[in-house]
């Protein structure tokens, strides 16, 4: 998987800093085919690749994918322990390209309830990349943006019970210190595939600002042309965040 080293092209004039992506339809693309949900979770896994690799030519410097939810634990055991298992095969797979090609990983999301070999090759693969910024990718396992919130509050009261924070210095500056993501910019786009135009509990506080992109293309059809086209298109936005321009 490693991103090529060819000439790059000028970046997208106005391109987002900061894309967050929603991978929805790879069960329904594989049940189109008469194919198992999992035989769609593979070709799904292939598209990262694409788009990563587009990133830092069209001037993206983080990536961040929703590749499991809090919510997903209420599918079947054999569809769950199938993702768990091309997770572990993913991290083997790429490893090496990612470090090679200057991608930087960092995974979100509450690592409590995943299986240890699994939470033990995140942090590896985390360390492994740690000097890496050519691209800043970011994989969300077991993440829920309500939980997220939960989890950073719990958190923060600590601290407060502790000494450490004063309750009249808590404003929406403090919060986002204990959220998953304290280390990275809010996303600038967030996009949805599948024809779903919801947002599934994903990035909640970060994305209040946001862009939206909900597109009807199934995530494994998802292309790296598309994903330029939706880059392009966010430049060309007005962007006023609450204000009004003179």
Known sequence: ???????????????????????????????????????????????????????????????????????????????????????????????????????RVRFIGDRVRLEETLTRMMTNLENATAHNSRVNLTIAINYGGRDEVARATKRLAEDVAAGTLKPGDINEETLPRYLDTFVLPDPDLVIRTSGEARISNFLLWQSAYSEYEFVDTLWPDFTRAEFESLCTSYGERDRRYGGVKA
């Not at 929603?22 to 198992?36: C, F």
């Not at 949900?37 to 598209?47: K, V």
């Not at 929703?66 to 569809?79: G, H, I, L, M, P």
Request: aromatic share 8%; hydrophobic share 40%; proline share 5%.
């Open 1 to 103: 998987m490693a991103l090529k080293r060819q000439a790059e092209p000028e970046p997208i004039s106005g391109c987002p800093r900061h894309v967050a992506i929603i991978m929805d339809g790879n069960g329904r693309w594989a049940t189109k085919r008469g194919r198992p949900r999992l035989f769609g979770h593979h070709a799904g896994a292939r598209r990262v690749r694409e788009v990563l690799e587009a990133c830092p030519h069209i001037g993206v410097e983080y990536l961040t994918i929703f590749a499991f939810s809090t919510e997903n634990w209420k599918r079947t055991q054999v569809e769950v322990a199938g993702l768990m298992t091309l997770f572990r095969r993913y991290i083997t797979r790429e490893t090496s390209a990612l470090v090679a090609s200057g991608v």
